[in-house]
């Protein structure tokens, strides 16, 4: 089956870096979209960058030139680099993807942002 593992949360005061990892198993990895979305308490799941098979990516206005996205088919796992963290960035971080148009969540990591 497919599974999402993320891992890389944290806190980091404000200004910090992290940089989250998804190990994704029970797909083909080298043919598969892969997002990040985050959650923060009392808000709805956001959108925060996506990696396109082909390595195009998309990103979210609010982390456009802080966050970067990146993908190693050998290891069958996405990056999220977070530079210049700042408070509003605390949320859950889930890794996504979709196999056969059915969407496919891990079970999140924390950031949190403060100091």
């Known amino acids: 089956q497919v599974q999402l593992v993320e891992s890389g949360g944290g806190l980091v005061q404000p200004g910090g870096s992290l940089r989250l990892s998804c190990a994704a198993s029970g797909i083909i990895f080298r043919i598969s979209a892969m997002g990040w979305y985050r959650q923060a308490p009392g808000k709805q799941r956001e959108l925060v960058a996506t990696?396109?098979?082909?390595?195009?990516?998309n990103y979210a206005d609010s982390v456009k030139g802080r966050f970067t996205i990146s993908r190693d088919n050998a290891k069958n796992t996405v990056y999220l680099q977070m530079n210049s963290l700042k408070p509003e960035d605390t949320a859950v971080y889930y890794c996504?993807?979709?196999?056969?148009?059915?969407?496919?969540w891990g079970q999140g990591t924390q950031v949190t942002v403060s100091s």
């Open positions: 990696i396109t098979s082909g390595s195009s990516t």
């Open positions: 996504n993807t979709k196999r056969n148009s059915v969407a496919y």
